[in-house]
């Protein structure tokens, strides 16, 4: 059965941890601190095998190098991404990854937007998303388009509301902050705001979130919502038709006016 530690980096960056029992290899997904890594191995008695990687930005990937260096035979797992040069693997949609080391299969998902060559994993019921979706929200536009990441939000909303999200940053309060603008009245919202604020004060992560928990009150997963479009349509100034007009409307107004 596969084991999930988050591995805190830079601010508010994780870096996810997987291992299975009793074994003593390990996998690590988006590093972009080798030190983290390297202490948490080290404590545990760990060996490094493979690293899955969700998309091409720094804080994902720079600890990489140090860690091949560490680790020579180390298997890195990652997009169809020429900037990621570390990679030993390019994979896509509909892959299948068994990294060494582990027993467990991950499916891989595209899901770009946040960037334009973003996947995500997929294995036992847990989704490693990167910084495609957030706990309460979702990731800025670089070199994706609005349209994409609308549509990749709509593919995630999709899974099985079991589905555990790992995404790979502690923006959760932020973003419920902002949620609240959009559904001020949302009861679920209020009761997880409230979770939130007492987990965090308790110095521990609020993820991984359930897809359930973000389908009942994340903005950018609720854009087929009555309330969530009308909010949109404020901010917008206009009828927007369909989730991707939402959807973009909702994104410019946190970049804009909250972020």
């Not at 999930?4 to 601190?33: C, H, K, M, Q, S």
């Amino acid at each position: 059965m596969l084991r999930i530690r988050p591995l805190p980096a830079f601010d508010d960056n994780y870096i996810w941890l997987l291992t299975e029992p009793p074994g003593g290899d390990a996998v690590v997904v988006d590093p972009g601190d080798e030190d983290p890594v390297l202490e948490a191995l080290a404590v545990a008695g760990l060996r490094l095998t493979a690293v899955l990687v969700t998309h091409h930005h720094g804080d994902h990937v720079g600890g990489l190098a140090e860690l091949r260096q560490a680790f020579p035979e180390l298997a890195v797992i990652g997009p169809r991404e020429p900037r990621i040069r570390a990679l030993t693997r390019q994979v896509g949609e509909g892959d299948q990854v068994q990294p060494p080391g582990l027993s467990t299969r991950f499916s891989v998902l595209e899901v770009p937007g946040h960037t334009a060559s973003h996947i995500a994993f997929l294995a036992d019921g847990a989704l490693f998303c990167g910084d495609t979706l957030f706990a309460g929200g979702c990731g800025r536009v670089f070199d994706g388009t609005f349209a994409q990441l609308s549509a990749s939000l709509r593919r995630i909303a999709g899974l099985d509301p079991t589905t555990r999200c790992y995404c790979a940053h502690e923006y959760t309060l932020a973003n419920l902050g902002f949620a609240r603008w959009v559904e001020p009245e949302n009861p679920a919202l209020r009761a997880r705001t409230q979770t939130a604020e007492t987990t965090r004060a308790a110095g521990l992560p609020t993820v991984p979130s359930s897809l359930a928990e973000e389908l009942a009150t994340n903005p950018f997963l609720r854009t087929g919502e009555p309330g969530v479009i009308a909010a949109a349509e404020r901010f917008a100034g206009h009828p927007l038709v369909g989730h991707a007009a939402v959807f973009t409307a909702l994104r410019q107004w946190k970049d804009t006016k909250y972020d």
